[in-house]
C-alpha cells in the first residue's frame, strides 16, 4: 500500500465492472506479512507472484487485520482469504502493483509461459478514473496540566470530541501532544496508538511515535529555544524536497523566492537542478553545492514562514553558507554568488587530485594508519566517536583505507573530486578569500558556530575567516555540537535534506534530552515531516506562534520587492541583546594593546561633504549610530568594547538612540565604577571639551555640525529609519514612510516625543508652539519637516571652507603636532562659537 492505493483500488473497480466476470478480482498485500518494504515493496511482490505461478496457484499471504473499507464497498474487487488455483476459471494471470508517478500507477503483468489462456475480448471503455485526492495537512493538539489527567482525556473522552484542530496550546498545559494528520479519519487510531504508549517518553519511543505523526514533550521554564543545524554536501538525492513543494504552499513560495534569486543571476532553478532525473548531484561540485544551498535555505524560509525561528544556528562544513543566510549575515543572492566564488576558488588553481573516505577506526588505531600510508592523509571531519573522515591524495587515500581493512576497521571512499578541509586546498582558500571581498557581510543578530573553530561569530570579519579556514581546517563537529548543547537548546532541528546530522546529534549525545529532529525523512510524506519539527515545537515551547496556521491570515509586512517578512520584534530584540552579551563574554582574556591609528588625510570638503577617504560613501559623518561607530573604532583598534559607549550597553543593556543619549558625566561615572584605576585619566564633563578647544589653533577651527554643513535626505531617512528599528525591533525592509507611526509602527506619542527630542538636540532645532506631535502621522511628515527647516543650504551643494571664513589645515587635525606654546592652553574666549571645532563622534564621524 501506498499514498496512491486508495485510487489506485478505485481504478481497477472501475475498469473491472465493465467485464462479465464470474469472480471478482482477488487482491492481497504483502505488507500484512512482511511490513512496509518501501522501494522494495515491488521486487518483493514480483518473487511472490513468480513462485505462485510455477505452483500453478494464486499467492496466498495474511489476510489485512484492517483492509481498505473501498474493497468492502466495490463488487468488482475483494480480500483473497484461501488459496486460489490458477486456472482459466478464477484467474488469468496476476498484477504485481509496483506503484505510481504523477497519479499514473504502473503494474507487472505475472504469467505461466506455458499456459495459453484464451481471453474475452471486450471493447475498451474509457472510463474516468478520479485523481487522488489533495491532502490537507494539519496539527492538532491535546494538553493538560500532567500526565496523568492527558492519558485519562485520551482514555475517558471519544475522539471525535479531542479533534479540534483550530484548538492552541494554554499556559498551564504542561503535558502537551500533537498529532500531524491528513484527514479526520486518521485521528481516532493515531489517539488509541498514542494511549498505549503515554507512559514511555524515551528517545525510541519518541522516534516510533514520530513516525505515525505523534509528538509529545512539556515546555521549558529554562530553555535556550531551538537551534538550527544545516547540511553540507552528502546529504542531497534527486528529487530532495520534491513532496514537500508539491504539498505545501509555504514550500512553493519559498521555492520560487529561490528560484527567483537563481534567475537574477543567470542560473538553473531548483527543480531543474535537484528534480528526480537530476545528474551531477554529488560528482559536480556547483550543481552539488548550490543545490544543498537552496535546499537548505528553502526548508529554513518554510520553518520561518510557519513561526519557527532559532537562538543559534550552525553548519556543517558548505552547510555553514545556508546558516549564514538563516543568521542575517548575507541575502541568498550574496550566497549563491559565494559558492560561485567557492567553485570558481577550486576548478581555476591547481587543485591536487584527492578524495575522502570515512572509517569507525578508534583514534589510537587511525593514527597508526595514516602513518602507515605515508604523507598527504589528513584527519578531514570529526563527526561521532565512530565516525571520522579522512582526506588527502587519492592514492595514499586508497593505501590507508587498505590499512584501516586490515585492522578490522570498516572504511569506504566517499564520491567527492577534491581533498577538502585539508593544507592541500591552501590554493583555494586563497582564492576565495580574495573574492569574498565582492561580498558584503554583515553582524548578524543570532550567534553562528563556525564550521571551522567551532566558536560562536557574530561579525562579519569572523564569518569571512570561517569561510576561507574551513576548506583547509579539518571540521570539528563534535565539539559544534557541545558549543550548541551549552546553550540548553530544548530542540536542535535539522534545516534540509535527509536525516545525516541527526543521526550524528544522537551518537554524540544519546541522552533524551534535547530533542534532534529532521525536517526531510525520507520514508514520511514531505508534509507531513516539516509539519513534525512544527508539532514537536510546539509541544516543547519553541515555536512562537500558538498556532502556525495564524502565520497564514495574520497581517504581513510585505516589503517593496514583494516578498512578504514574518518577523517577531521581542525576539529581534532579545537576539540583538544575546549577540551583544556574547560578544561581551568571549573578551575574559586581556584586550591586545592599542594600535596607534594611522594617519589620516583629510579631504577638502566637496562632493563627499567632509567624509575620510576610506569611509564608504553611503555613510555620512555623523550620522552613523553610536553602537555602529563604537563596531567600527572596535574593529580598527582590536578593542570589542574600548568606549564610553560600548561600556553603557554593556552595564545598561542599552544602544543605539538610548545609548547616544547618555551624557558624558554618566559615562565617567560608570567607568570609575567599573575600572578605578583608570579614573584619574577620564576627563570630566566640565573640562573635556575645553581641552578638545585648546588642542586646536583659532586657525584651524571649523564648525562642522549637522545642522551647517546640510544634511543628504537619505541621511535623514536612514537616522529615522535606525530609530523606528531601535524602538520597536522591526527588520528595516517593512518600514514604509507613509506607514501610520502609531497604527502601524507602533511609534506611540511617548516615543514620538523622544524622536523629536533627539532630533532637536541633534540639529539644533529649536522647539515651535505652533506644531504638535499630532501633526506627524507619518515618517514622510517628519521627514518633510526636516527638510524644511534644514532647507536652508542644499544638501547636495558643497559647503565652502570660505563661506565659514576657515581654510582646512594641511594635515591631519587628530595628529598633527602642536606648536610647544600653544599646548594645552585653554583659551575658550579666544575663538567664537560659530566657529569653535567640534570634535564629538556625532559631529566628525571618528
Known amino acids: 500500500p501506498s499514498d496512491d492505493t486508495p485510487s489506485e483500488i478505485a481504478a481497477y473497480s472501475a475498469v473491472f465492472s465493465q467485464d462479465v466476470r464470474d469472480q471478482p478480482v482477488q487482491v492481497n498485500s504483502l505488507v500484512s506479512q512482511l511490513g512496509d518494504l518501501g522501494a522494495a515493496q515491488g521486487i518483493a511482490g514480483t518473487l511472490k507472484a513468480v513462485l505462485a505461478v510455477s505452483k500453478g496457484q494464486l499467492p496466498s499471504g495474511v489476510v489485512p487485520s484492517e483492509p481498505d473499507s473501498r474493497i468492502a464497498q466495490s463488487k468488482a474487487v475483494q480480500i483473497q482469504r484461501d488459496a486460489l488455483p490458477l486456472t482459466s476459471q478464477t484467474s488469468s494471470a496476476i498484477v504485481v502493483s509496483c506503484g505510481s508517478v504523477d497519479g499514473t500507477a504502473y503494474g ?35 494538553g493538560a496540566e500532567n500526565w496523568d489527567t492527558l492519558h485519562r482525556l485520551l482514555l475517558d473522552k471519544p475522539a471525535q470530541d479531542l479533534y ?56 521549558q521554564l529554562v530553555s535556550g529555544g531551538c537551534a538550527f543545524v544545516f547540511p553540507g554536501q552528502g546529504s542531497q538525492y534527486p528529487g530532495m524536497l520534491r513532496e514537500m513543494i508539491a504539498e505545501l504552499p509555504e514550500a512553493r513560495a519559498a521555492c520560487r523566492r529561490a528560484d527567483a534569486a537563481m534567475a537574477a543571476l543567470g542560473y538553473e532553478s531548483f527543480t531543474r537542478l535537484a528534480g528526480p532525473q537530476a545528474e551531477g548531484l554529488g560528482s559536480d561540485i556547483w550543481k552539488t553545492q548550490i543545490s544543498m544551498l537552496l535546499a537548505d535555505t528553502i526548508t529554513e524560509d518554510m520553518l520561518r514562514q510557519l513561526g519557527l525561528r532559532p537562538a543559534l544556528v550552525a553548519g556543517h562544513s558548505f552547510g555553514e553558507y545556508a546558516a549564514l543566510v538563516c543568521s542575517g549575515a548575507w541575502s541568498l543572492t550574496d550566497a549563491i554568488r559565494c559558492t560561485r566564488f567557492r567553485y570558481r576558488s577550486i576548478v581555476e588553481t591547481d587543485t591536487i587530485d584527492g578524495c575522502m573516505a570515512a572509517t ?28 571520522t573522515i579522512i582526506s588527502g591524495r587519492r592514492d595514499v587515500v586508497g593505501r590507508a583505507v587498505d590499512h584501516l581493512k586490515q585492522q578490522g576497521c570498516t572504511a569506504v571512499v566517499i564520491k567527492v573530486p577534491c581533498p577538502f578541509h585539508t593544507p592541500l586546498m591552501a590554493g583555494a582558500a586563497r582564492h576565495l578569500e580574495g573574492l569574498l571581498q565582492e561580498i558584503p557581510l554583515r553582524d548578524s543578530l543570532i550567534p553562528v558556530v563556525s564550521t571551522a573553530s567551532s566558536q560562536l561569530m557574530t561579525q562579519s570579519e569572523e564569518f569571512s575567516r570561517s569561510l576561507t579556514d574551513q576548506l583547509t581546517k579539518p571540521v570539528p563537529y563534535r565539539q559544534m555540537l557541545q558549543q550548541i548543547l551549552e546553550r540548553n537548546p530544548a530542540l536542535i532541528v535539522e534545516v534540509g535534506p535527509q536525516q545525516v546530522l541527526t543521526r550524528l546529534n544522537r551518537k554524540n549525545h544519546p541522552a533524551d534530552w534535547p530533542v534532534f529532529i529532521a525536517t526531510d525523512v525520507r520514508r514520511r510524506s514531505g508534509a507531513r515531516s516539516l509539519l513534525g519539527v512544527l508539532a514537536q515545537a510546539e509541544c516543547l515551547g519553541c515555536l512562537e506562534l500558538d498556532d502556525w496556521r495564524r502565520t497564514r491570515t495574520a497581517k504581513k509586512a510585505v ?52 567624509r575620510w577617504t576610506e569611509r564608504s560613501s553611503l555613510e555620512t559623518p555623523g550620522l552613523l549610530p553610536a553602537d555602529r561607530r563604537s563596531k567600527e573604532r572596535a574593529s580598527k583598534d582590536g578593542f570589542g568594547h574600548g568606549t564610553p559607549q560600548d561600556v553603557l550597553v554593556l552595564v545598561t543593556g542599552e544602544s543605539g538612540t538610548r545609548a547616544r543619549r547618555k551624557s558624558l558625566a554618566d559615562e565617567n561615572e560608570i567607568g570609575q565604577r567599573l575600572f578605578p584605576q583608570m579614573a584619574a585619566d577620564l576627563p570630566t564633563a566640565a573640562n573635556a571639551h575645553r581641552e578638545v578647544s585648546a588642542a586646536v589653533s583659532p586657525a584651524t577651527r571649523l564648525d562642522t555640525s549637522e545642522s551647517r554643513v546640510g544634511i543628504d535626505p537619505e541621511s535623514l531617512r536612514r537616522i529615522l529609519v535606525d530609530f523606528v528599528v531601535d524602538q520597536t525591533g522591526y527588520p528595516e525592509e517593512i518600514i514604509e514612510f507613509e506607514a501610520d507611526l ?8 511617548i516615543k514620538k516625543a523622544q524622536l523629536f527630542g533627539e532630533i532637536g538636540e541633534r540639529f539644533r532645532i529649536a522647539p515651535r508652539d505652533d506644531l504638535s506631535l499630532d501633526d506627524f502621522p507619518t515618517l514622510e511628515h517628519v521627514l518633510a519637516f526636516l527638510t524644511e527647516e534644514l532647507g536652508g543650504r542644499s544638501p547636495q551643494t558643497p559647503v565652502a571652507a570660505a563661506e565659514l571664513g576657515q581654510e582646512l589645515p594641511a594635515g591631519n587635525l587628530a595628529t598633527a603636532p602642536l606648536p610647544a606654546e600653544k599646548a594645552g592652553r585653554e583659551e575658550p574666549a579666544a575663538v567664537s562659537p560659530a566657529t569653535r571645532l567640534d570634535t564629538s563622534e556625532s559631529r566628525v564621524g571618528i
Open 559 to 610: 516589503t517593496a520587492e514583494g516578498r512578504i517578512v514574518v518577523f517577531d520584534a521581542t525576539q529581534r530584540r532579545i537576539g540583538k541583546k544575546r549577540a551583544q552579551a556574547h560578544r561581551s563574554s568571549q573578551t575574559t582574556e586581556a584586550p591586545p594593546a592599542r594600535k596607534a591609528p594611522e594617519p589620516r588625510e583629510p579631504v577638502a570638503m566637496g562632493s563627499t561633504q567632509g
Open 108 to 142: 507487472l503483468l505475472v504469467e505461466h509461459p506455458d499456459q495459453a489462456i484464451e481471453r474475452t475480448k471486450t471493447p475498451v471503455v474509457q472510463t474516468a478514473v478520479p485523481e487522488p485526492a489533495k491532502k490537507n495537512w494539519h496539527i492538532v493538539r491535546i
Open 742 to 749: 502609531e497604527a502601524d509602527l507602533g511609534i506611540d506619542s
Open 164 to 219: 479540534q484542530p483550530e484548538r492552541a496550546f494554554r499556559a498551564p498545559d504542561r503535558a502537551r501532544l500533537s498529532f500531524v494528520v491528513s484527514q479526520p479519519e486518521e485521528f481516532e487510531a493515531l489517539c488509541r496508538i498514542a494511549g498505549e504508549w503515554m507512559s514511555d517518553r524515551t528517545t525510541a519511543a519518541r522516534d516510533r511515535l514520530a513516525g505515525q505523526g505523534i509528538y509529545f514533550g512539556e515546555p
Open 360 to 387: 569507525d577506526a578508534p583514534p589510537e588505531v587511525l593514527q597508526r594508519c595514516l602513518a602507515a600510508a605515508g604523507e598527504g592523509v589528513f584527519v578531514a571531519n570529526l563527526n561521532a566517536p565512530d565516525q
